[in-house]
């Protein structure tokens, strides 16, 4: 009997500042290619409709993976990523972040 952990499923919705999409953009491309080390990757883009409203509904919401909550805290952890902790603040300005796994599929 396999006692491997599932993956986790993170649910990441991104409030940023006024007019900085494109150092959101820069900051979460970068992020991407870091998170792929660790076996992350967002799954999932999504952009609400709402999101002219950006201290209420969160410009992007990222559906993302890791293999394990270790790898997770590896990534958050990266060196390089630290060196982009500027650009992040620059581009957002609040995070929220549930972690979970995957549950049953209502069909």
Known sequence: MSTAKPPIILVVSLFIHPD?????R????E???IMKRYG???ERAIRPIA??????????VHLVSFPSMERFDAYRG??????FASLRQAAIAR???????DGELYL
């Not at 900085?20 to 959101?24: H, I, L």
């Not at 820069?26 to 491309?29: A, D, L, R, V």
């Not at 990266?78 to 060196?83: I, R, V």
């Not at 995070?95 to 796994?101: M, R």
């Open 40 to 42: 992350g990757q967002i």
């Open 31 to 33: 992020a991407a290619r």
């Open 51 to 60: 999101s002219a409203q950006l201290d209420v509904v969160p410009y992007e």
């Open 78 to 83: 990266d060196a390089e990523l630290a060196e």
């Open 20 to 24: 900085r999409e494109a150092e959101f």
């Open 95 to 101: 995070t929220e972040i549930i972690i979970g796994e």
């Open 26 to 29: 820069q900051f979460e491309s």
